[in-house]
């Protein structure tokens, strides 16, 4: 038994609509795969001023293992720099590579 096409394709955007709506906010489990993505990113980044363990602080770089930033708040220094870091907005491009980073290094904290 066929299923009429205009049904078919009414179907097909439907669920396509479902999902994009239910994959718009991140949950905890999707901020803790990009760790992986976010110590790569970390890493070629950030460890020549903070270290790999985050405490090296060259140049006056902040101590990320004693540091009490929430995420938003890494997030937004990641964005526009602070002090003598710049910006790292244009070189990590996307927001998810930005969110990576920022929940990697809140792994980071004692």
């Not at 955007?13 to 479902?18: E, K, P, V």
Request: overall charge neutral.
């Amino acid at each position: 038994m066929a299923i009429p096409s205009k049904f078919g394709w009414g179907l097909v955007l439907m669920t396509s609509f479902y999902v994009a709506c239910n994959e718009s906010n991140p949950t905890v489990e999707t901020s803790k795969t990009s760790l992986p993505l976010g110590q790569e990113l970390y890493s070629l980044h950030c460890a020549s001023c903070h270290g790999e363990s985050g405490d090296l602080g060259l140049s006056g770089a902040k101590n990320l293992k004693t540091s009490a930033l929430t995420i938003s708040e890494i997030k937004a220094i990641i964005k526009s720099g602070k002090n003598g870091m710049p910006s790292f907005r244009a070189i990590l491009g996307a927001a998810a590579n930005i969110d990576s980073v920022a929940n990697y290094v809140s792994t980071l904290h004692e």
